[in-house]
């Protein structure tokens, strides 16, 4: 009798990080409903969910019901985990007007590891939802709160579910693109400058007024203890004092790797200079767009050279500050003793 498909051997941390991992990548979708504290309603986002598996045949997904994505199978089966305490956990906050699958090629590498990744979409701020007209400030809240509820949803699966009671989210990695670099930041705990948030209540930049709720929200922070390290892409902040202005960041104290695209203005410089104690990476990739880390398309850089690099260095970063990984390959990506490409400007302080 043909006993199926054989779960690889070795331990997580010997595959080699700068390669697809050996399992195939699986993927699912649903709707899920959470209260999100002192802010009304209930509220209901999608959830994307991309997770090893050991089939090798199925029907590729659609994200939106229009991208397809010929590297996943919908609906797969659960492969075991390839620790057995579980498996480690790879959260994503996607940009504004965007959606979870818009960094999908992220999520299916760290998945080909035996990882977990999970991306809710930000209801109010995704791609069908698109308008020029202001939004209201909790949508910023919101966006924090869909991270922490997908982490809460991973520890409250139902019994049944192959990945329930299996799910490593005390130590989760968080990334996010463009708005949700911003999200990165808030959900590891950096503190919001509550003179600059009150200047853009009062400047109308908002479609209501903020509410002493909401305000009240900004000033306790939205920072999730479960995040153990950030990896905000193609965000910045201009001159102005900005969410966090010039020493909310440090709070955050946990490590970060920031990601940005030279042809993309979106001042990550200034983030550079205003973090001051973290142990920090800026990579700036010579020729990058915005959609470097996300859609591709970009004009000077080769879309799958871009995801090769961006997917290595996330997967080393993660590797270390999730999974402990002091291998020597995995230390000389970090500290920029190794340089995977010509193209991206490493610092690091």
Known sequence: MDPGPKMP??????APVDELGPFRVGYRTFLHTYQPEGLGGPREIRI????????????????????????VLEDATVAPPWDPAGYPVHVHSHGAWGFGGTSADLMHYFASHGWVAIAPDHAGHT??????????????????????????LLEDLPEGDPLAGKCLTEKSLLSGHSAGAQTTWSSAGAAFDMASVQAMCDGGTFAAPCTPEELAIFAAGLGDDRVAAGLPMAGGVGDEPGWFGNDGYDAAQNPFMLMSGTLDPVGAENVWERVKSLDYTWLDFEGGCH?????????????????????????????????????????????????????VHFQHK
């Open 127 to 152: 791609l069908p939802e698109h308008t020029e007209d202001p939004l209201p400030i909790s949508v910023r809240i919101l966006r924090s709160m869909d991270v922490s509820a997908s982490l809460d």
């Open 291 to 343: 959609q470097l880390f996300a859609l591709g398309g970009c004009s000077k850089f080769e879309t799958f050279e871009g995801y090769a690099l961006v997917n290595t260095y996330a997967f080393a970063f993660a590797r270390r500050h999730v999974l402990g990984d002091t291998s020597a390959r995995v230390t000389a990506i970090l500290d920029g003793s190794e340089s995977l490409s010509p193209k």
């Open 9 to 14: 051997e070795g331990a997580p941390l010997d």
């Open 48 to 71: 994307n969910l991309w997770y090893p598996t050991l089939d090798t045949e199925g029907t590729p997904p659609k994200y939106l019901s229009v991208f397809k994505d010929d590297d």
